[in-house]
């Protein structure tokens, strides 16, 4: 499947449709995982990553396991708004995954600060910084990029 725009996937959304987040970086996949119903957002685990094969199996896995084909990935847009090229290099790994996942439905999302939104959630959860440096955040980063999106796309109620 192609990648599918925010909006477009929007107006595809189902009862009961499940998410994965990813937060892909050179060396790591933070996936977490949202019920659209629940509305509940999760940090489920990291990929170390190795060869995009081994992404892939992981990916259908994950994808099998919590009973999914959408996958909200971010897009890592500069500051600015504009496309760089970490951009392109997630497209480019994006494309080779569909290679494998024929199945998977991708949505870029904007994903500018998740990061340092993730390091602050994890030290207010208590993990003091020394004890978070060194380990990755990148499961808690797709979290906060999974839940800008439900937020996004989820109707308000007042």
């Known amino acids: 499947m192609p990648i599918i ?9 189902r009862p009961g449709i499940k998410l994965l987040g990813l937060d892909i970086s050179k060396i790591s ?3 977490a995982f949202a019920d659209i ?18 992404d892939a199996e992981k990916l259908s896995k994950l994808m099998a396991e ?3 084909k959408s996958l909200i990935v971010g897009w890592p847009l500069n500051m600015d708004g504009s496309e760089g090229k970490r951009c392109q290099a ?10 494998t996942l024929q199945s998977a439905k991708f949505v870029f999302w904007d994903e500018r600060l998740s990061t340092a939104v ?17 380990k ?22 007042s």
């Open 37 to 54: 119903e629940t509305g509940i957002v999760t940090p489920v685990t990291i990929i170390d990553r190795k060869r995009l094969k081994d």
């Open 5 to 13: 725009p925010a909006d477009q996937f929007k107006s595809s959304l």
């Open 118 to 134: 993730a390091n602050n959630l994890v030290e207010e959860i208590g993990i003091s910084g020394r004890k978070l440096r060194g």
């Open 90 to 99: 997630i497209r480019d790994t994006v494309l080779e995954l569909q290679k």
């Open 136 to 157: 990755k955040v990148d499961n808690h980063a797709a979290m906060v990029i999974l839940r800008s999106f439900l937020d996004e796309i989820t109707p308000r109620t």
């Open 66 to 68: 919590y009973g999914t």
């Open 29 to 31: 996949i933070g996936i």
